[in-house]
């Protein structure tokens, strides 16, 4: 985790970021935040990182997919995995399977390490 100082229209704010491309405690200017890292949040990362406009995603919890990992322990999905892929990346299972909460962020953190999301 780092924290990172943002300067949006004039103002200075510290934000903290699991991703890799802001530094620490340097400046960092981007055009773009994305708020929450969950599926929508990292799918629009990967449109964002794939036209090349500068972006971050800031989400509340220290971990992607830790929105998902604090649930309960028995939740599953209700869709099968043929329909849990993000944008690039299938979800890596059974078309019919029904993965668990715990599948679904360890997939989150894989795709935003793969697609080096902010």
Same mark, same amino acid.
């Given at each position: 985790?780092? %924290?990172?100082? $943002?300067?949006?229209? =004039?103002?200075?704010?510290?934000?903290?970021?699991?991703?890799?491309?802001? #530094?620490? !405690?340097?400046?960092?200017? %981007?055009?773009? $935040?994305?708020?929450? =890292?969950?599926?929508?949040?990292?799918?629009?990362?990967?449109?964002?990182? #794939?036209? !090349?406009?500068?972006?971050?995603?800031?989400?509340?919890?220290?971990?992607?997919?830790?929105?998902?990992?604090?649930?309960?322990?028995?939740?599953?999905?209700?869709?099968?995995?043929?329909?849990?892929?993000?944008?690039?990346?299938?979800?890596?299972?059974?078309?019919?399977?029904?993965?668990?909460?715990?599948?679904?962020?360890?997939?989150?953190?894989?795709?935003?390490?793969?697609?080096?999301?902010?």
């Amino acid at each position: 985790m780092t %924290t990172i100082n $943002i300067e949006a229209q =004039g103002k200075k704010v510290n934000v903290t970021s699991n991703g890799s491309s802001p #530094k620490p !405690d340097q400046p960092y200017r %981007t055009t773009t $935040i994305v708020i929450g =890292g969950g599926q929508s949040g990292l799918s629009a990362g990967y449109y964002l990182r #794939k036209y !090349d406009i500068p972006f971050l995603i800031l989400d509340a919890n220290d971990r992607v997919g830790d929105a998902w990992r604090n649930r309960w322990d028995s939740l599953r999905l209700f869709t099968p995995a043929r329909y849990d892929g993000l944008p690039g990346m299938p979800f890596p299972a059974h078309a019919h399977y029904f993965p668990t909460k715990d599948e679904m962020a360890d997939f989150l953190e894989h795709y935003a390490q793969t697609f080096e999301l902010p």
